[in-house]
């Protein structure tokens, strides 16, 4: 104070201050990061929750799904939670434990790159797996085909996979692999064929061919002549190849429209 008035020439040394601004603004900072890790933690306990619900597991088993889980998560651009929800969805369909981390892989890597969510990619698989009694050892291959077919076809793999289910127990009734029920499933749906009303009619058809094989009866005489065959032709190109026999077929019908 100089004859009542503030001497502003006063030097404040502000060093510390703006230290210990910085020092807070740091600590407030880390507080944030594990207060965010903690809850992505506890969230991610709550996922997994749901895989030990569903999975006959030991403890060591599980031990090794969630790190599996959590290394799938560096792998994929999909969250640790949702890949939790795809193990869990495993358990419900009945894969085995020692398959749900592959499976789940690729039923997550087609919802990353398909018009398949992973869930949807999930039940719809393994459902047609149950059906045809596919090995659960071969997921990564089905999905692989799944995709190539959406590639190379006009129509889609939600489409396909819908119609490989619809039609798999009468593919598998009369003896077609896998590969060929995905690859008439990728045909149909391509021609713009309706999964539920088009897999159950070409379910009935494959059946009657069967059944005319089977008892020789005035029916094979008709399959036979459409798709260019005598009847017995046809009727060891089904028991043969059942798949080459219904293509023959349908050929024949398409001849027979021109």
């Known amino acids: 104070m100089t004859d ?19 020092k807070l603004a740091g600590a407030l900072a880390i507080g944030a990061t594990v ?41 994929l651009p999909t969250s640790a939670n949702e ?22 892989k690729t039923m997550t890597m087609l919802g990353d790159a398909t018009n398949l969510t992973a869930e949807q990619a999930a039940t719809t698989l393994a459902r047609f797996a149950n059906i045809t009694g596919m090995s659960q050892d071969n997921f990564d291959r089905l999905g692989s085909s799944v995709v190539a077919l959406g590639n190379n076809f006009a129509t889609t793999e939600a489409e396909i996979a819908d119609m490989a289910q619809n039609i798999a127990s009468a593919g598998s009734q009369v003896g077609m692999s896998e590969p060929e029920i995905m690859g008439f ?36 005489q008709q399959f036979a002549n459409v798709a260019g065959m005598s009847a017995d032709e046809f009727s060891k190109a089904f028991r043969d190849n059942a798949a080459n026999a219904v293509t023959k077929f349908f050929t024949g019908l398409n001849d027979t429209e021109r």
């Open 4 to 22: 009542g008035y503030l001497n502003f020439d006063t030097k404040i040394n502000t060093s510390g201050f703006t230290s210990g601004l910085k």
């Open 35 to 75: 207060k965010a890790a903690v809850k992505a933690g506890m969230s991610f306990e709550s996922a997994f929750a749901g895989v030990r619900k569903t999975v006959d597991a030991t403890a060591e088993q599980l031990a090794g799904l969630k790190q599996g889980i959590r290394d799938m998560a560096k792998e």
């Open 83 to 104: 890949i939790a929800g795809v193990a869990e969805a495993a358990g419900q369909l009945g894969i085995e434990t020692d398959n749900i981390l592959g499976f789940t």
């Open 185 to 220: 499933a990728a045909a149909l749906s391509s021609v713009g064929m309706e999964a539920a009303a088009g897999g159950t009619a070409i379910s009935k058809l494959v059946k009657d061919m069967q059944l005319a094989v089977e008892t020789g009866s005035e029916d094979l």
